[in-house]
């Protein structure tokens, strides 16, 4: 059973650019959530999707958009990078049962703006 | 405002050690989750454990031991006989809404480096 997989692993993109970042959850979760992490800082809440919605966002801004698609991934895009926003990206995948049990996260995509 | 407060940023002990990793949490709700996870130099974040606020009881899991107290608002961690596998950035976490796969507030993470 594949955990969370997520592509790509690394990525280079010069500042301007935009960038499109890729998630496939555990088998049988249906959430998908976002997190960028900086180095040496713990991860950040950048959203949350189910059933194809954004359900919760944290205080990023609107360069920062997502999408989930009928098979429950989800893919990440960043327009207009900026320097600041190198980091570790993180997805994490839940399951249905609503009761909160442990969001399973993959290996993260990290992101070099030069 | 900064949710969950972990004060110490590197441990480095010895192995076959004792340590404990703080962990201090703000939440204005009566339900929430507090969670550990471990991050290994090849950035997955790892799940330990995860306690409801209604549940106070200490948990140990071989040599990891979790004390949760709500009257400090603490989730402390202690490895005991620490390895060097145990090696890693721990991060503590808050969860306040109350439907499964929610935001997880992290803390800043403690590195611990456990040396032979």
């Known amino acids: 059973d594949a955990g969370v997989t997520q592509s790509p692993t690394h990525l280079i993109k010069t500042r301007g650019q935009q960038v499109t970042l890729r998630c496939s959850p555990k088998s049988g979760h249906d959430t998908v959530s976002w997190y960028q992490q900086a180095l040496g800082q713990g991860p950040q809440f950048i959203f949350q999707y189910y059933e194809e919605e954004e359900r919760q966002r944290g205080n990023f801004p609107d360069r920062f958009s997502g999408h989930q698609f009928p098979n429950y991934s989800s893919e990440l895009n960043v327009n207009a990078l900026l320097l600041g926003d190198s980091a570790l990206y993180l997805c994490?995948?839940?399951?249905?049962?609503?009761?909160?049990?442990?969001?399973?996260f993959g290996q993260g995509t990290r992101l070099t703006v030069v | 405002a900064q949710k969950v407060t972990q004060a110490q940023t590197e441990i480095s002990v010895v192995e076959k050690e004792d340590v404990t990793l703080d962990c201090v949490y703000e939440t204005r709700d009566t339900t929430y989750y507090l969670f550990w996870y471990k991050q290994p130099p090849s950035g997955e974040l790892v799940f330990l454990i995860r306690?409801?606020?209604?549940?106070?009881q200490n948990e140990i899991s071989g040599r990891y031991s979790w004390n949760f107290q709500k009257s400090t608002s603490s989730f402390n961690f202690t490895i005991t006989a620490s390895q060097v596998v145990d090696s890693a950035v721990y991060f503590c976490?808050?969860?306040?809404?109350?439907?499964?796969?929610?935001?997880?507030?992290f803390g800043k993470g403690t590195s611990l480096l456990v040396t032979p």
């Open positions: 994490a995948s839940s399951p249905p049962d609503r009761q909160n049990t442990e969001a399973f």
């Open positions: 976490a808050l969860s306040e809404a109350p439907n499964s796969g929610y935001a997880l507030n």
């Open positions: 306690r409801n606020s209604f549940d106070e």
